[in-house]
């Protein structure tokens, strides 16, 4: 089973055909409400790879917390461990462009009532062969979370977004540290994907960089580093690509899987979810995934 500690929120997505500048007003094309926030859409990718998932966190005592629950409890996610907690859940009102561009305001509602573990989440975690942490929840929360894990043996993934500079007892207690090239840069203060890696590797004993349409690469202690490129897709909405990644990777390895051969699954999940818009609406199926991995 895969463990999940993260957040929840409620995509508001306004289409237009320019934002507006401050002081100004414009008409939209369109508006969506969609289920989203990097805990909750890992906690998809790792469901629809077929793994069990249980989701610990918080969704607020509104209507949107609702739907969040039932959007995940729809994937045969475990739900026991997401409180509903007082107030607003978490929202995220994205503006989206014409050319594609967006802007985002994150209010974190629920997910800031997150701070630590309640009873039964160390039960949840230890039974787990994964823990999937991001950063959209309290640190001290994140924190408690991976020493859980770590105390039971379970492997830690860490993915570090939005990028923030980590606690060295986090960094300690992750096993597997998943950024994006922006993050890895953020963290290091270097540009170069592989010396990031490197330099990354001094805190945590794996890394892999996830690099857009040019792949991944991964870099573990005492081993050559290992460049696995994309499969060749048309992207149309790549939200959610690194989410969709760490689900997949993380379900690949608890099977026991070996990493190349998971690197090269997960990349395929993530190249599936890019041809198709949205965040969890474009998560692939196990058999998609198959499908393409062995293409
Ligand atoms: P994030 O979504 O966190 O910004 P990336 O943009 O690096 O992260 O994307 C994560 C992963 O999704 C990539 O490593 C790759 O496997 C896949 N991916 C993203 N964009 C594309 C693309 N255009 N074509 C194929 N795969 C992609």
């Keep these: 089973a895969i463990a999940v500690l993260g957040s929840t929120n409620m995509d508001l997505v306004a289409y237009v055909p320019k ?49 969040l629950r039932s959007a995940l409890t729809a994937d045969g996610i475990d739900t026991a461990g997401l409180r509903t907690a007082e107030g607003a859940s978490g929202t995220a009102h ?3 462009d014409d050319e594609g561009g967006n802007s985002i305001i994150v209010i974190p509602g629920a997910n800031a009532r997150v701070t630590g573990l309640e009873a039964g989440d160390e039960t949840r975690i230890a039974a787990a ?3 999937l942490l991001q950063l959209e929840l309290p640190l001290e929360a994140v924190l408690a979370g991976a020493r859980a894990a770590r105390a039971h043996g379970v492997r830690t993934v860490l993915t570090p977004a939005p990028a923030q500079t980590l606690p060295g007892e986090l960094l300690a207690a992750t096993d597997l540290l998943v950024p994006n090239e922006h993050e890895a840069a953020a963290l ?13 590797l001094e805190a945590v004993p794996e890394v892999v960089v996830t690099l857009g349409a040019a792949g991944v690469l991964y870099a573990a202690r005492g ?8 499969p060749r897709v048309r992207a149309v909405d790549t939200t959610a690509a690194g989410d969709t990644f760490v689900g997949a990777l993380a379900v690949a390895l608890g099977e026991g899987r070996p990493m190349p051969e998971a690197l090269r699954w997960a990349s395929a999940a993530a ?3 890019v041809q198709r818009p949205g965040a969890q609406d474009s998560m692939p199926t196990r058999a998609e995934t198959d499908a393409l991995a062995l293409a």
């Design 94 to 96: 994205i503006t989206v």
């Design 188 to 200: 290091t203060g270097l540009t170069d994907p592989g010396r990031c890696a490197a330099a990354l």
């Design 129 to 131: 062969d994964a823990l």
């Design 223 to 230: 081993r050559e580093p290992l460049s696995v490129p994309a």
């Design 19 to 67: 934002a507006p500048r401050l002081g100004e007003t414009v008409t939209g094309r369109a508006f969506r409400t969609v289920p989203g926030g990097k805990g909750a859409n890992q906690a998809v990718a790792a469901a629809r790879c077929g793994a069990r998932v249980v989701m610990i966190g918080a969704v607020g005592a509104d209507e949107f917390g609702v739907r």
């Design 271 to 273: 190249a599936l979810s």
